[in-house]
C-alpha cells in the first residue's frame, strides 16, 4: 500500500508551510502528520542538497506519493526540478503537483506537462539574456561604464592602515570593512 507525503518549503522564516497543509488538505489528500516535511530554505538551493529533502528521500520507499503544492517548491529552475522528478521515478515514487491539477509528474502526462513546463521556463530564460545584453550593448552605446564604481576612498583608506604596518585583520576591524574588502584593497596603487 502506498504512503502519501508531503513536502512544504518556504523561503524565510518570515514565511509559514500552513497554507501549504492547508491546500493539500482542501484537495482531499490525507497525509499523516508524520508524513509532512517541512522546511525553511531558498528554491535556489537544489532539493537534493536540502537537510529536509534528504529527510524526506530517506524516509520514502518504492510505490509511495510525494505531493507538491506548486512546482517551484522542489525548486526554483526547470532543470532541478525535472531532475528531482526523475530521481524520484526512478525509485517509483509518484510526484503530484496540486498547481498543474494534482497531475502524477512521473506518468505520461506528467512528463509531457514537465517537457512543456521545461521549454518555456527555457525560452523564458533565453528571452530575458537576449533583453540583458541588448540592454547591455545600448548602455555601452550610449558611453555609460558598467559595473561597479570603483571605490577609491576604500582603497585609499586600507593603503594609509597598510602604510602603519597593520595586518589586514587589524585593517578590517580599524574599518570595519569585511576581510575580503581588505584584500581586495591591499596592493592597490
Same mark, same amino acid.
Given at each position: 500500500m502506498s504512503r502519501t507525503f508531503l513536502y512544504c518549503r518556504v523561503s524565510t522564516s518570515s514565511q509559514f508551510t500552513e497554507n501549504q @497543509?492547508?491546500?493539500?488538505?482542501?484537495?482531499?489528500? =490525507?497525509v499523516q502528520a508524520t508524513? @509532512?516535511?517541512?522546511?525553511?530554505i531558498s528554491g535556489s538551493?537544489?532539493?537534493?542538497?536540502?537537510?529536509?529533502?534528504?529527510?524526506?528521500? %530517506?524516509?520514502? /520507499?518504492?510505490? %509511495?506519493?510525494?505531493?507538491?503544492?506548486?512546482? %517551484?517548491?522542489?525548486?526554483?529552475?526547470?532543470? =532541478?526540478?525535472?531532475?528531482?522528478?526523475e530521481h524520484l521515478a526512478a525509485t517509483s515514487i509518484r510526484v503530484h503537483c496540486l498547481a498543474l *491539477? *494534482?497531475? %502524477?509528474?512521473?506518468?505520461a502526462a506528467g512528463k509531457i506537462t514537465m517537457q512543456v513546463l521545461g521549454a518555456v521556463a527555457e525560452f523564458e530564460r533565453d528571452l530575458l539574456i537576449e533583453r540583458t545584453?541588448? *540592454?547591455?550593448?545600448r548602455a555601452k552605446a550610449e *558611453? /555609460?561604464?558598467?559595473?561597479?564604481?570603483?571605490? /577609491?576612498d576604500t582603497t585609499k583608506a586600507?593603503?594609509?592602515?597598510?602604510?602603519?604596518?597593520?595586518?589586514?585583520?587589524?585593517v578590517a576591524k580599524v574599518l570595519e570593512i569585511g576581510?575580503?574588502?581588505v584584500k581586495r584593497h591591499w596592493n592597490k596603487a
Open positions: @497543509v492547508r491546500e493539500v488538505k482542501a484537495a482531499g489528500f =490525507d508524513r @509532512v516535511i517541512e522546511e525553511t538551493i537544489a532539493a537534493k542538497e536540502r537537510a529536509g529533502f534528504q529527510k524526506l528521500l %530517506d524516509r520514502m /520507499k518504492s510505490g %509511495d506519493v510525494l505531493i507538491v503544492t506548486k512546482l %517551484d517548491r522542489l525548486g526554483r529552475n526547470a532543470m =532541478d526540478v525535472r531532475q528531482t522528478v *491539477g *494534482g497531475v %502524477d509528474l512521473t506518468s545584453q541588448s *540592454g547591455l550593448k *558611453g /555609460k561604464k558598467l559595473g561597479r564604481p570603483a571605490a /577609491k586600507v593603503l594609509e592602515q597598510k602604510a602603519l604596518n597593520k595586518t589586514q585583520a587589524e576581510i575580503a574588502t
